[in-house]
């Protein structure tokens, strides 16, 4: 099965410094993994270094609420 990785901590960070062409990046290839019938796992590293999912996405609807969040103050 299919399965994409989507580090939150690195999707912030690219908020902030409004780096929309590396996020929309992160997108297609979270588009491709779910369009493939694949998972896109949300992680979080935490400050000892494990990596922590957190919720999980197998739908484009899901994925493009999740976009849309994303770039809502973009």
Same mark, same amino acid.
């Given at each position: 099965?299919?399965?994409?990785?989507?580090?939150?901590?690195?999707?912030?960070?690219?908020?902030?410094?409004? $780096? =929309?062409? !590396?996020?929309?990046?992160?997108?297609?290839? !979270? +588009?491709?993994?779910?369009?493939?019938?694949?998972?896109?796992?949300? =992680?979080?590293?935490? =400050? $000892?270094?494990?990596?922590? +999912?957190?919720? #999980?996405?197998?739908?484009? #609807?899901?994925?493009?609420?999740?976009? #849309?969040?994303?770039? +809502?103050?973009?």
């Amino acid at each position: 099965m299919l399965e994409y990785i989507i580090d939150v901590t690195k999707v912030e960070e690219l908020q902030t410094i409004r $780096d =929309t062409d !590396a996020l929309e990046n992160i997108f297609e290839r !979270a +588009k491709s993994t779910v369009v493939q019938g694949g998972i896109v796992n949300l =992680t979080r590293k935490s =400050t $000892d270094g494990s990596v922590n +999912k957190f919720d #999980a996405i197998s739908t484009e #609807a899901d994925l493009d609420t999740y976009k #849309a969040s994303v770039f +809502k103050y973009l």
